[in-house]
């Protein structure tokens, strides 16, 4: 498949998607490139973020409510499309096609919980001779740098609020994942007017072209700690705003006492997400020295069973990861892990078969500060490490420089308890990685700069802008 059969061809740039120089597409199910995605030359994004910068003034002026409109035609769009950009993701991705249904459906409806949102001017000060008023105004130009764990979803989180806010937005997907986006692309260039939404493809020259290109006034990145910091870099020379969601090396700490065996399926569940490539994926487990052996044990046993395979098979549980240079990571570091003294009670090895797959894993006396618990592994690898004081495992939790959640399991008092002592943006109870579009998600510490979801963060893509009047005596008599 070609990547003009994925999506039909188009006129001007503008138009939703820039198409240069085909780039190859694997499917990591069979470690095979499937198709060609077109990218996009300097010359040819330059065009596209001038066509965003001449569309902002229009777009911005344009009335909310009409804006509001616009974003729910794009929900539409999606949700007629679910099937074939379903199809697309999974064979570019790896995720199970009915994971990849419910993210185009659940980014298909994230258009319409967006559009629900407000930004209604606020008057701050009504008194004799001065009236001041506070309004949310757009930045400009949004460059918007989506990952290939979740490429749709993750993508509408800021396209959606961006448009909202009155921005014009650029979109570079991840060149692992660049169809779907591709696909989307065309979509909603048929429902938003010229100039406020495009898609570019390529990588990460075009990134880094795209985060100092003078037109962009704001760029929105998810993705590493790594590349995150080489933004910040960049936009800092412009003094750009950004919103960097850096992932995280979530702790789940298991409180003396818990249910063993009513925890591990949780556990388990909620670190093999998308094959443990969730952001807010469970990455490490902490359990009293006394419970370790059996929780663990658990966890190996759900791990063995797990169905593992292509995406497009209806029985497959987890598929592969993303790319081979990721299967690569994931496998080195347990077995860096291995070789200074951890067991591996489930998994641990590549197997013998086309794609990027490897097994869930679950690992056990792990060494100290090994780097399969101080850094984030992306892939379905649990360690499971025994503490003596619930204090003590937060504290060596934390000492991590990540801070995007953290959760706590057992006696829902006892949990409270301790719930402020973790440093980080989100701490769940008895659950973890539950992310609503009405509750702000965003890490501390290494873990990024800005919150997305709800109105905090449309928030992120505005600014500020006080009108203060001095009245005049008409003014203040009439008022």
């Not at 994971?99 to 659940?106: F, S, T």
């Not at 000060?125 to 989506?146: F, K, N, S």
């Not at 591709?182 to 898609?199: I, N, Q, R």
């Not at 919150?451 to 005596?473: D, F, M, S």
Request: glycine share 10%; hydrophobic share 45%.
């Amino acid at each position: 498949m070609t990547a003009r059969a994925a999506a039909p061809a188009l006129g001007a740039p503008s138009a939703g998607v820039t198409r240069y120089g085909p780039a190859p597409v694997e499917n990591p199910a069979l470690g095979e490139v499937f198709a060609h995605a077109p990218g996009c030359t300097p010359e040819q994004l330059d065009a596209v973020l001038d066509d965003a910068a001449r569309a902002f003034p229009g777009w911005a002026a344009t009335p909310f409510d009409a804006r509001r409109e616009h974003l729910l035609a794009c929900h539409r769009a999606l949700r007629a499309a679910v099937e074939p950009m379903a199809e697309l993701l999974t064979r570019e991705q790896g995720k199970p096609l009915k994971h990849a249904r419910a993210e185009v459906r659940l980014a298909a409806d994230w258009f319409a919980h967006t559009a629900h949102l407000v930004l209604a001017p606020r008057r701050l000060v009504d008194e004799p001779g001065v009236e001041v008023c506070l309004e949310r105004v757009p930045h400009g130009v949004v460059a918007a740098i989506a990952p290939s764990n979740y490429p749709v979803l993750l993508a509408i989180c800021k396209i959606a609020p961006a448009l909202l806010a009155g921005n014009t937005v650029v979109l570079k997907p991840s060149p692992d994942t660049p169809l779907s986006s591709l696909m989307m692309g065309e979509l909603l260039g048929e429902v938003l007017p010229a100039g406020t939404f495009a898609v570019v493809g390529g990588g990460t020259e075009l990134g880094a072209r795209l985060t100092v290109h003078p037109a962009v006034r704001l760029v929105s990145f998810t993705g590493s700690v790594d590349t995150g910091r080489a933004i910040a870099r960049q936009a800092a020379a412009d003094l750009k705003r950004i919103v960097l969601e850096l992932g995280g090396n979530d702790p789940a700490v298991v409180l003396p006492g818990a249910d063993v065996d009513a925890v591990a399926r949780e556990l388990f569940a909620r670190s093999m997400t998308n094959s443990g490539q969730f952001c807010a994926a469970v990455k490490r487990v902490y359990v009293h020295r006394t419970q370790r052996r059996r929780l663990a044990e658990a966890m190996a046993d759900l791990a063995g069973a797990a169905m593992v395979g292509d995406g497009l098979d209806p029985a497959t549980e987890y598929g592969p990861l993303v790319s081979r240079a990721q299967r690569d990571r994931v496998a080195g570091m347990v077995d860096e892990a291995v070789r200074a003294g951890a067991r591996v009670l489930a998994g641990g090895h590549v197997p013998d078969r086309p794609g990027h797959f490897y097994p869930p894993t679950v690992v056990t006396d792990l060494p100290s500060r090994s780097r399969l618990e101080e850094e984030e592994q992306f892939g379905p690898v649990v360690p499971v490490i025994a503490y003596d004081d619930p204090r003590e495992a937060i504290d060596r939790a934390d000492a991590s420089p990540y801070g995007l959640g953290c959760s706590l399991w057992g006696d829902e008092d006892r949990a409270r308890a301790l719930a402020g002592r973790p440093r980080c943006g989100t701490v769940w109870l008895n659950t973890h990685g539950d992310l609503r579009h009405d509750v702000p998600f965003g890490g501390h510490r290494h873990s990024g700069i800005g919150v997305e979801y709800g109105p905090w963060g449309l928030h992120e893509y505005t600014q500020l802008k006080v009108h203060h009047i001095a009245l005049r005596q008409a003014d203040r008599e009439m008022s």
